[in-house]
């Protein structure tokens, strides 16, 4: 079973406000991954890490940033929240070891800025 | 990365076979073809994962034709429990960048 931990699960916040999502993994993992999913809709790549102090924009262009200073820890900051940003943003996580192709995602934030 | 197409989506009844097919005619020679079940308001799972001819695993079977232009993700014996949406994805093995596309939603009926 996968360790992958995000919180909160849940966060309904107002238009201008500062939030950072949480994601840790205890799999010792080197890779993580942030997405953005809109309910219905695909999976879109925004953030990435390679290792501490790795980070890397994904394929849909966010305003959020990331940080990746432990190995386990991989949070995701938006400076100012706008009614754009309601989404579900789920956290993955993935050995470095091939021929795995497999990622590890935590449960998903659901984000609502009114 | 390889782009995939999918059926948008399948129904299928309990205990039935169900076989979701991709297509993926541009995939590059060291590309593995990988499967992943989501549920609703959850993170996605990888199911399977494989390079070429048959893999098998306690929960399905993926079927990869001699050209890898395809593939067929073969569920035995479905229950309602595997009403999900399945995505199949194509590139490289050694982590990075997954290109989820939409899926297939399979809705399993008692």
């Known amino acids: 079973e996968a360790d992958i931990y995000q919180t909160p699960r849940y966060l309904v916040i107002g238009t201008g406000k500062k939030i950072t999502l949480e994601c840790s993994q205890t799999?010792?993992?080197?890779?993580m991954y942030w997405y953005q999913q809109d309910p219905g809709m695909e999976l879109h790549l925004i953030h990435y890490?390679?290792?501490?102090?790795?980070?890397e924009k994904g394929d849909l262009s966010s305003e959020s940033t990331v940080s990746r200073i432990r190995t386990e820890h991989f949070p995701l900051t938006l400076e100012s929240a706008r009614p754009s940003h309601t989404s579900q943003y789920l956290c993955?996580?993935?050995?470095?070891?091939?021929?795995?192709?497999?990622?590890?995602f935590g449960p998903g934030t659901r984000l609502t800025v009114t | 990365l390889a782009k995939t197409t999918q059926p948008i989506s399948m129904d299928s009844y309990e205990g039935q076979e169900v076989n979701i097919t991709c297509s993926h005619n541009?995939?590059?020679?060291?590309?593995?073809i990988t499967w992943y079940q989501q549920f609703p308001s959850q993170g996605p799972r990888f199911i399977i994962q494989?390079?070429?001819t048959k893999v098998t695993n306690e929960v399905a079977s993926l079927f990869i034709p001699a050209d890898r232009k395809s593939s067929t993700l073969s569920l035995p014996r479905v229950s309602l429990s595997d009403t999900a949406v399945y995505y199949c994805?194509?590139?490289?093995?050694?982590?990075?960048?997954?290109?989820f596309g939409a899926g297939t939603i399979l809705r399993v009926k008692s």
């Open positions: 541009n995939i590059a020679t060291n590309d593995y």
């Open positions: 799999m010792g993992h080197d890779k």
């Open positions: 494989g390079y070429k």
């Open positions: 993955a996580s993935s050995d470095s070891e091939p021929p795995s192709y497999e990622q590890y």
């Open positions: 890490s390679y290792g501490v102090n790795s980070t």
């Open positions: 994805l194509v590139g490289q093995p050694y982590g990075n960048k997954l290109v």
